[in-house]
């Protein structure tokens, strides 16, 4: 049984437990904390366990509460709660979101194009703080329009397990439709003339395999399957093109896919099937006038653009070439020219061109120009087919974000809205840099960096970073950092390999077999900080979750005394059991990206070498403070909970180890603006707290 007695932290039972591969045992003296009827967790002893932890959490913070209810006034003071988004025009009406004073959630609004804006025409056509009401957690998943205007589509978690469940209703009266559909996990795209809905069942192992109809007003046992995937590592998923005259089904792991077009006023027609998968080749597909635009890997590791005709959808002919310099992320079409989003020297980029068949400008390249040498930027929403002008984000590290409109007449930025902060922000208080620090590979890692001006010395910094499915950390603005970097604190983002912030081989190189070059990089930005004077051995706090979670785990069991803090959240630690478990629902899509253990045993031998749970050895280790949600279906709640038990078991220090798991949330954490920012005003007290920073 686990100890629970309140003068000292939980002591968890060990249980003698090992699997056996490749002829090497593993011991797991802690693997009963996973609940053998997972997903639903009802084990006395584990749940016992957890709220020991938490109790332990709640008592050694309490002293911290002070601090931690200033730090939520102040970064609550930083949002504007009486808030609205700028409204977007689609069709006959202009829709928006609103926050009102004090509210957790927002509401959907929309009113006609024609009508005047004294609020004597706005519809609101979902209302969330009524749909939370009385709820521990609430999420709004998908939410669709259907193309007449007059149905909603939308999809609701209250559980954090994230199996949303579709509802329908009728924008004109408020009512509800009898149509429901449980366990959805996927966008919700309206056919066939808004008759039929077309959505992903996620399996019982939160697996989407499957693209489904449901015809309005049918039983969902008549729910038409039009697409099944049968391999267990590819996902379903569905949306429309531009035009919105196709369907687009694609399938796809974390390094293949595969898409297949469907007339959209058809959807029982036969799909169109583009190009058959191919190992390593990813690619997506929009459509104009009967091209086929193709955004793929195909030539070139950064992507390449190409077009073919949908008689012939698998002859491609490159229209931009793959490039070194040049990563290209993406595009969207329009029907007078497309734009083309990539990042140079990892800074965002957009570009319109238009299309060859355009009689004045055919072949022209216009980029947008940013006012900022570092900035994150990139398409807004922008619903429409014909436009003259383009919605835009941007924002810095310094700079609040703002929504803008590019007018293509005259090249012309039109800031619609900054982001307001109503206690207060002066930009001239705060400069940001992009640095570079060699690895111990000599490869150059880049590294944002902001702090107030006036900060002196050596003082202590903050260090976030992921490194993995090549996912790139932008320059963004944040108000609750303002909280660490106003008492001294410089704030680094290390665009570690493992995310794609340089291009796809910046991701390639550190992934599979070359994992630990992300490990080794956040330590080597973290040695070089100190070497150049931005901070001290002992006074780095970092921070990462999910993937970047691992991240924690692996540089804390390498150098721990490198850092004073570490804040662990929802973390991927215990890799190689779960790499080896391929009935949880994440583990055969993950294989590409980390390997598979069960049939390859180097793959086995490199996992379990770097694997935080497995690597965790008798040494001291620094302040921790780790989070785990009960219904996280993506890193399950025992990786913390049997991490943070081995390493009170092990650790030979007196520092603080805490775990908080929120029993009724997910990977996400609580859900609502504002309790979410109440998880980071503990983290940051805790940081505070072990740097011995005044507060």
């Known amino acids: 049984m686990t100890d629970t007695t309140s003068a000292r932290p939980p002591v968890a039972a060990k249980k003698p437990h090992s699997v056996t591969h490749h002829g090497i045992t593993v011991a797991d003296d802690y693997a009963w904390l996973r609940d053998p009827g997972y997903p639903e967790v009802t084990d006395k002893e584990v749940l016992a366990h957890l709220e020991a932890e938490n109790a332990w959490f709640e008592g050694r913070m309490a002293a911290q509460k002070p601090l931690i209810d200033t730090l939520f006034k102040e970064m609550r003071g930083r949002i504007k709660e009486a808030d609205k988004s700028v409204p977007q025009k689609d069709g006959d009406y202009l829709y928006w979101i609103e926050f009102e004073e004090g509210a957790e959630y927002k509401k959907w609004w929309r009113r006609p194009v024609a009508a005047k804006d004294d609020g004597t025409a706005d519809e609101l056509m979902l209302d969330e703080v009524a749909l939370a009401e009385g709820k521990e957690y609430f999420r709004l998943g998908a939410i669709s329009v259907s193309n007449d205007g007059k149905l909603l589509a939308y999809a609701i978690d209250d559980n954090g397990s994230e199996r949303f469940t579709a509802r329908i209703k009728m924008l004109a009266t408020g009512e509800e439709l009898p149509d429901e559909i449980p366990g959805t996990l996927s966008s919700l795209v309206w056919v066939a003339g808004d008759k039929g809905l077309v959505y992903s069942l996620a399996n019982e192992n939160w697996r989407t395999d499957n693209a489904r109809l449901h015809w309005l007003g049918q039983p969902t046992s008549s729910d038409v399957e039009l697409y099944h995937e049968d391999d267990e590592g590819f996902r379903v998923g569905s949306s429309l093109s531009a035009n919105e005259k196709w369907l687009i089904i694609g399938a796809s792991d974390h390094e293949t896919s595969e898409v297949r077009l469907v007339p959209a006023a058809d959807p029982l027609a036969t799909p169109v099937l583009v190009k058959a998968r191919e190992k390593g080749v990813e690619y997506d597909v929009d459509e104009r006038d009967g091209t086929l635009f193709i955004h793929a890997n195909d030539t070139h590791e950064n992507f390449r653009l190409a077009t073919a005709p949908l008689t012939n959808p698998g002859e491609w002919t490159t229209v931009i070439k793959g490039s070194d310099a040049f990563y290209l992320t993406g595009f969207d079409l329009f029907r007078d020219f497309y734009v083309v989003e990539g990042r140079r020297a990892g800074l965002d980029q957009l570009e319109l061109r238009y299309y060859d068949d355009d009689p004045v400008n055919a072949g022209r390249m216009e980029p947008v120009a940013f006012p900022e040498a570092s900035y994150s930027a990139g398409m807004g929403d922008n619903p429409e087919w014909a436009v003259d002008k383009l919605r835009l984000s941007y924002e810095s590290m310094v700079s609040p974000a703002s929504v803008i409109d590019y007018h293509l007449a005259d090249k012309r930025l039109e800031v619609l809205k900054v982001q307001e902060i109503p206690s207060g922000y002066d930009a001239s208080l705060y400069r940001t840099e992009r640095l570079e620090i ?109 993937a970047g979670g691992e991240l924690m785990g692996a540089v804390i069991n390498s150098d721990p005394g490198l850092f004073g803090a570490v804040a662990a959240h929802v973390p991927f630690v215990d890799v190689l059991a779960t790499m080896l478990d391929e009935s949880l629902p994440l583990t055969p899509g993950e294989w590409p990206e980390w390997g598979n253990p069960i049939e390859d045993k180097a793959a086995f031998e490199l996992i379990r070498s770097y694997s935080p749970y497995d690597q965790v050895s008798a040494q001291a280790y620094p302040p921790l403070l780790v989070t785990a949600g009960l219904n996280d279906p993506r890193v399950t709640y025992w990786e913390p909970a049997k991490w943070v038990a081995k390493l009170r078991e092990l650790k030979t220090d007196q520092n603080e180890l805490l775990l908080k798991t929120n029993m009724g949330a997910g990977h996400g954490g609580k859900s609502g603006r504002f309790e979410s920012l109440r998880e980071t005003a503990e983290e940051f007290a805790f940081i505070l707290w072990q740097l011995g920073v005044p507060s």
């Open 438 to 546: 060699i690895a111990r590979d000599g490869t150059a890692i880049p590294v944002s960096v902001v702090m107030r001006k006036d900060r002196k010395g050596a003082g202590p910094l903050y260090l976030y970073g992921y490194g993995a499915y090549g996912i790139s950390i932008d320059p963004g603005f944040s108000t609750a950092r303002l909280s660490l970097v106003d008492r001294g604190f410089a704030y680094a983002i290390a665009h570690i390999r493992g995310g794609d912030d340089l291009g796809r081989a910046w991701y390639k190189a550190g992934k599979l077999e070359r994992r630990t070059n992300t490990f080794n990089d956040f330590v080597d930005v973290a040695k070089g900080l100190v070497d150049r004077g931005y901070t001290e051995a002992g006074k780095i706090a970092i921070s990462g979750g999910s």
